[in-house]
């Protein structure tokens, strides 16, 4: 098979077509056929979006982010890290203090991010003036 129309194909079986191609549902004249069935964009991973990560907040759409994730990493990180924020508070308000290693887990699997993005985020605001406090290793909400 041609890698480029390989490509193509993942592409349009991850994401669904790209602005001004014909959809799944009316395939382009000459479309190959396993074009024709793909869904326009499946779950991430085979499994459903809303029964994997439906626990806890969830405030934009898991196929948006994946979306803007691969076309604009920073309106990604812009629109995704005041999300993992919220959680790390709320959850310290809730549980008290954590480890760092619980938070970043947590807010990795959430939003579908790396630890090390989210070791970023939460040492990113645990500067003097921010929300967190991290004190050997575990964190605690900053009082003010």
Known sequence: MNLKIFF????IRVF?????MPSAESPAVGAPASLA???ASPARGGR?????????????ADEDCTSMKVLDVVAFNA???????????????????QRVGTLCVEAAFRFDVSTE????????????????V??????SLRER
């Not at 669904?16 to 001004?20: E, V």
């Not at 989210?118 to 929300?131: F, G, I, T």
């Open 79 to 97: 629109e995704v890290e005041p999300q993992a924020v919220a959680l790390w508070a709320s959850m310290l308000r809730e549980r008290g203090t």
């Open 48 to 60: 459903p979006a809303a029964a994997s990560r439906s626990a806890g907040p969830r405030l934009v």
């Open 134 to 139: 991290i004190q050997r290793g575990v964190v």
């Open 117 to 132: 993005t989210a070791k970023r985020w939460l040492l990113k605001h645990s500067a003097e003036s921010a929300e967190f």
């Open 8 to 11: 193509w194909q993942f592409f």
């Open 16 to 20: 669904g077509p790209p602005p001004g």
């Open 37 to 39: 069935g793909a869904p």
